[in-house]
Nanobody, 129 residues
Framework: QAQLAESGGGMQQAGGSLRLSCDTSGYRNSGNRHYCLGWFRQAPGKEREGVASIELSREPTYADSVKGRFRISEDNGNNFLFLQMTNLKPEDTAMYFC????????????????????WGQGTQVTVSN
């Protein structure tokens, strides 16, 4: 079983919305109870960048480019992580990855990709004008 599996990507016009899902059951079944979860994206020719992250007892973290438009959330009962994306822009076009890592007392995982050691295969989001 893959530890993380994304779904929900697709094509959308600018101004529209999409919701990405990540099945985290494989990762959680590995026994790690202190974890952080995040969404990252990578556009062609660009470096991977953090989009949003969530971890226990801390406020979610968002990249400045998506603040006010994207929202990260969890459904712990069903082992899912979500990314609700609204007011999409063409610059949001990228492959989106779900990631998980071990939470430490400090510092927060945040959007630092090196803090995450498990990654999904990605789901493509394409936003057109």
């Amino acid at each position: 079983q893959a530890q993380l599996a994304e779904s929900g990507g697709g094509m959308q016009q600018a101004g529209g919305s999409l919701r990405l899902s990540c099945d985290t059951s494989g990762y959680r079944n590995s026994g790690n109870r202190h974890y952080c979860l995040g969404w990252f994206r990578q556009a062609p020719g660009k470096e991977r960048e953090g989009v949003a992250s969530i971890e226990l007892s801390r406020e979610p973290t968002y990249a400045d480019s998506v603040k006010g438009r994207f929202r990260i959330s969890e459904d712990n009962g069903n082992n899912f992580l979500f990314l609700q994306m609204t007011n999409l822009k063409p610059e949001d076009t990228a492959m989106y990855f779900c990631a998980a890592g071990t939470q430490l007392p400090w510092p927060p995982c945040g959007l630092t990709s090196s803090r995450y050691n498990s990654w999904g295969q990605g789901t493509q989001v394409t936003v057109s004008n």
